[in-house]
């Protein structure tokens, strides 16, 4: 990827990183794992629009993937994997990668910064102004993405304890913390003017500094706000019960409503698609995991399908659809920590929100849109049952209900009866060829290309064909003795046929769709 702003390769990028989490279970690839941590938060951040300065963001994601192979490369070569430098540590002082050039660039142009820093803050200080509070947050986050490109692992890190205060103690509306900042930048300035005689200059020492920032972050007040800041579901759940307490809740026939201003474009419809493909993945897994409970692999699957659906539909300002769906894949990280156990009660939710998103998907293709009271007591549910509190459905009644073994009728005595099951010896392994089939999967990727090139390929590849046969049938061809020319002729003759049935598969599609909707129609 070369373009930040490349909405799908992101959401990939981040799933990728996701899966290498789950992979590194080696406590000798720690490091490894925490990098790949801190690029898919890095990337869900870019998704949310929550990083000003996508360029050196980028930069730190990439310094990451190639750490990542240096890992792989030494692994495979036996090589010692502790001597390969982690980016953003020990890299404050003699560093060979160190680019002098652009490190000086920076240093003259920090001063000034720093100097206009100290400036707002000092303005601050006689009253809160939202727009300098936001220009300074802005300009430390700035100096914490230079000081990652430049390797400054030491300045990256006071910088961004210092964003973190400032975040913590405004949040609520508290004092902005001008005495820690003033430290901060008095800082940054003394390592600046190390570093303008001489690049490869140790930090300053810097461990009184950090400890004041974090004994300043735990203060109530501060941590309070921090609490607040927090967009996950804690803030949700408050949102909606002080709406319940004053009476602003909506009405409960009321629909769900997305942005007027929303404009169907390329990405929406394509964003569609892909939402009801992964939950129809999804709902799969999840009717396999009734069968397993416990596979961990069907978890991860469907926990991807709505984090995936989540972070585009952030990205969109689809704000019904990001909020079940964070919902459920919260539900479904409790249950990847095993802090919940799943069984079938849990399951049926997780269908219910597949089937919550996929209305609220048919909104935007015009269909009515469901009422408001419905998304709000099935995210009620998904809450509750992320603590171990299962709700029954209030439409649960509309379901078939199983009928009284004690009224059923008595068997035909023409009809035999199917003899029961034998019990499963130790001999039997299914659960490791089930294991070996899922890890199979994976390795299957598929991608999306437009129908109109498909059509001109294979179109091109029939004018191939008639054109190779008008070669092969010329009589000046035919003429030819060599038998050198006529093997050549006939294995090109070949290798176009086999292009040709390429070409018409690609315009196959798989009948496994058709039949998969059978199977939740089934289980329902």
């Known amino acids: 990827m070369a373009d930040p702003t490349d909405l799908p390769g992101l959401v990939t990028l981040g799933e990728l990183f996701s899966e290498l989490i789950e992979q590194l279970d080696d406590p000798s690839l720690k490091s490894l794992a925490d990098q790949a941590g801190t690029s898919a938060e890095l990337i869900e951040r870019i998704v949310m629009h929550d990083i000003d300065d996508l360029e050196s963001t980028f930069e730190e994601i990439n310094k990451s993937i190639e750490y990542a192979q240096n890992v792989v490369n030494a692994l495979q070569n036996q090589q010692p994997v502790d001597s390969i430098p982690v980016p ?99 800082w940054l300035k003394e390592y600046v003017s190390l570093l303008e005689s001489d690049p ?13 920032l974090t004994t300043s972050s735990d203060t109530p007040e501060a941590e309070a706000g921090h609490q607040q800041a927090e967009p996950e579901i804690e803030a949700s759940q408050t949102e909606e019960e002080t709406d319940a307490t004053e009476g602003n809740a909506p009405s409960d026939s ?17 964003f569609l698609i892909e939402a009801r493909e992964h939950i129809a993945s999804a709902e799969g897994a999840v009717l396999e995991l009734e069968s397993n409970l416990t596979d961990s692999e069907l978890i991860n699957t469907v926990f991807r399908a709505f984090h995936t659906i989540k972070g585009v539909a952030g990205f969109m300002n689809l704000e019904p659809i990001v909020h079940t769906a964070h919902n459920a894949e919260f539900l479904l990280d409790e249950a990847r920590k095993e802090t919940i156990t799943l069984d079938s009660s849990y399951l049926d939710l997780i269908l219910s929100s597949c089937d919550m998103i996929l209305k609220l998907l048919a909104v935007l293709d015009g269909e009515p ?39 059923l009728p008595e068997p035909a005595d023409s009809v035999p009866q199917p003899p029961a099951p034998k019990p499963a010896t130790k001999s039997q392994k299914p659960p490791a060829k089930k294991e070996a089939e899922g890890k199979k999967k994976r390795t299957d990727v598929t991608v999306k290309v437009n129908t109109e090139r498909l059509d001109n390929l294979v179109t091109m590849v029939g004018e191939l064909v008639i054109a190779q046969q008008m070669v092969v049938q010329d009589p000046s061809i035919e003429a030819i003795e060599d038998q050198r020319c006529q093997r050549n002729l006939s294995h090109s003759g070949k290798i176009i046929r086999d292009l040709q049935e390429v070409a018409m598969s690609l315009r196959m599609v798989t009948l496994k769709g058709l039949f998969q909707k059978m199977a939740r129609l089934v289980r329902d």
Request: charged letters at 30%; a negative charge; one cysteine or more.
């Open 369 to 407: 849109a469901p009422l408001r009271c419905e998304m709000d007591e099935l995210i009620s549910r998904l809450q509750s049952a992320a603590k171990g509190e299962v709700k029954p459905s209030n439409d649960s009644q509309r379901k078939p209900k199983h009928p009284d073994p004690d009224q």
């Open 88 to 186: 953003g540590h020990n890299t404050d002082e003699n560093n060979p990668e160190i680019d002098e050039e652009l490190l000086s660039a920076w240093v003259s142009g920090c001063t000034d910064t720093l100097a206009e820093l100290e400036a707002q803050t000092l303005e601050l200080e006689s009253g809160m102004n939202e727009e300098t509070l936001a220009e300074i947050r802005r300009g430390i986050h700035t100096l914490k993405g230079e000081c990652g490109v430049l390797s400054l692992a030491s300045a990256q890190k006071v910088c961004h304890e210092a964003e973190s205060l400032i975040d913590a103690s405004t949040a609520n509306g508290g004092a902005f913390p001008v005495n820690e900042i003033l430290a901060v930048l008095d």
């Open 254 to 270: 009321e629909p769900v409503e997305f942005p007027c201003n929303l404009e169907r474009d390329e990405n929406l419809d394509e």
């Open 200 to 212: 490869y200059a140790k930090a300053p020492d810097h461990t009184e500094l950090m400890q004041k």
